[in-house]
């Protein structure tokens, strides 16, 4: 049997090597080149990819039937699905999985932080770019001695860009995926300023508003969160296919009444043994998931008192398999640490 330093990069000798080139494939999940050769073209797989959810994982998700209730209630509703669960229950895999199926294109991510506001989702204005613009083409006029150019009401577009939940609301025939995720990370206002725009399906771009008499048709080109240019008419953003909303929470915190009203609410409960053996195998391929049932099985003893995260099951398991074959159940367990604080 090999010795567990074997597998070691980094051995703390202080001797210089470049043995980092023997490092194996990257996981999956932290493969940013999406399993692309060089200078082929970035997609939606490799995007996914960086979520920590590749295509296959989307393709072999497999809900039960509360979980398909709740979404097919969601979609006939039209009505936003919030998704609570511990951390790596597959909250934000069922957006993608739902985005696969019906051929609904990139779903839309929009991360939540504390400092995340409404005005985030919707669009950003680069008021600053816009001014330098205009002045550089007022002194370039000037020096020229000529006039400052076309009306400048025309370009404001150029300096606008919606972001995810702003390009979800576009008109379309067919709805657009939107995960916003973590949304329990948010300010407390956060929820209560979702309320309008989730119950109407539009919001308006002021900036657009005040000028829209002095542009051609009342229209303006913007760019949209994929950076395609898209045409706002009138100032305003109206859908006309109410987007597949999935809002994801870890259960850090209570919501409002009128947010939870306005929602379907599904609870993911704990993955058993073939949920997360359909999950390892998804990631890290069938034998992977074959071998490693000894580990998801203690994987699970734990988590019936222990707060844990699947993506450390998927950690522990790539890394005792790709790199250390020996002092396997060691390495796990430094790698599997619960997440709360214990009792």
Known sequence: MSEPSEWLIYRGVGEPHDEVAQLPPPPPWRDFTGGRADGEADGTESADRRLGIPGRVAEEHRPGAEELEMINAALYLRRPLLVTGDPGAGKSTLA???????ELGKVLRWPVVSRTTLLDGLYHYDAIARLQDVQIASHAAAAAGGAAGADAAQSVGSYIRLGPLGTALLPSDRPRVLLIDELDKSDIDLPNDLLNVLEEGEFAIPELERIVDRLPDGEADVLDHDGNKVRIKGGRVQCRSFPFVVLTSNGERDFPAPLMRRCIHLELGRP????????????????????????????????????????????????????????????????????????
């Open 96 to 102: 993608h999985s739902v985005a696969r199926e019906l």
């Open 272 to 343: 058993d043994h073939k949920r997360l053996a359909s999950f390892v195998k998804a990631h890290l391929g069938e034998e992977a998931a074959r071998s490693s049932d000894d580990l998801i099985a203690h994987f699970l003893e734990r988590s019936r008192t222990e707060l844990l995260a699947t993506d450390q099951l998927l950690n522990a398991i790539y890394l005792t398999h790709a790199a250390s074959p020996a002092g396997r159940d060691r390495l796990a367990d430094l790698l599997i640490q619960r997440l709360d604080r214990p009792r």
